[in-house]
């Protein structure tokens, strides 16, 4: 678990023409107050830590951009 409040993991897979880095967050635990976002990133080379933290960023600020609009939120 991150400080964000998000249960991000990371994962780099080597497949036949290079490899995988997937990035996956989540956030909430029912089904009206989870959010979740995925990314991944093909490379024919390993990906770098630059790599890594720009994928991890754009998790980041998509699932802030979620929690931004709250459906059941009333307006006052």
Do not use: C, F, N, W
């Not at 029912?30 to 490379?43: H, I, M, N, P």
């Not at 390993?46 to 951009?65: H, W």
């Amino acid at each position: 678990m991150t400080d964000d409040g998000y249960d991000t993991t990371e994962k780099v897979e080597r497949t036949d023409v290079g490899y995988r880095l997937t990035i996956e967050s989540k956030r909430g635990t029912g089904t009206r107050d989870q959010d979740k976002v995925r990314a991944e990133l093909r490379t024919e080379e390993p990906p770098t830590a630059t790599d890594i933290g720009g994928l991890a960023e754009d998790v980041r600020l998509a699932m802030d951009r979620r929690r931004e609009h709250q459906p059941d939120a009333e307006d006052e």
